[in-house]
C-alpha cells in the first residue's frame, strides 16, 4: 500500500452528520504563460466526533471509501475559526 495523501484545507460545509466538506486550495505555475494559477477541489471528509465547524482549518487524510463520495477522513484541526464577538445590549 503506497503513501496517502494529505491536504490541508477549510471546511465550507458542516450539515450532514459526521461528514464535512473540505475546500482544498492548490497553486501552480501554466507551463507556456507562466502565470500562477490558483485551482482548488472539494473533498468529502469524515469527522467521527462532529468537531469540525465551518471555517475551521483542518488536515483531512486519505483513507479506504467510506460511502459513494467520502474517501477523507478528517485528521486534526489545524486553526479553529475565528468567532465574531456578539455585543448584547441591556435596556
Not at 29 to 43: A, D, G, L, V
Amino acid at each position: 500500500m503506497g503513501k496517502q495523501k494529505e491536504y490541508i484545507g477549510t471546511v465550507t460545509s458542516d450539515k450532514m452528520q459526521k461528514t464535512v466538506i473540505v475546500r482544498v486550495s492548490q497553486l501552480s505555475k501554466h507551463s507556456k504563460y507562466n502565470r500562477i494559477i490558483r485551482s482548488f477541489n472539494k473533498f468529502k471528509a469524515h469527522d467521527e466526533n462532529g468537531v469540525a465547524k465551518i471555517g475551521d482549518e483542518v488536515r483531512i487524510r486519505e483513507t479506504r471509501p467510506l460511502s459513494k463520495d467520502k474517501r477523507y477522513r478528517v485528521v486534526e484541526i489545524v486553526k479553529k475559526a475565528a468567532i465574531p464577538e456578539i455585543e448584547i445590549k441591556q435596556e
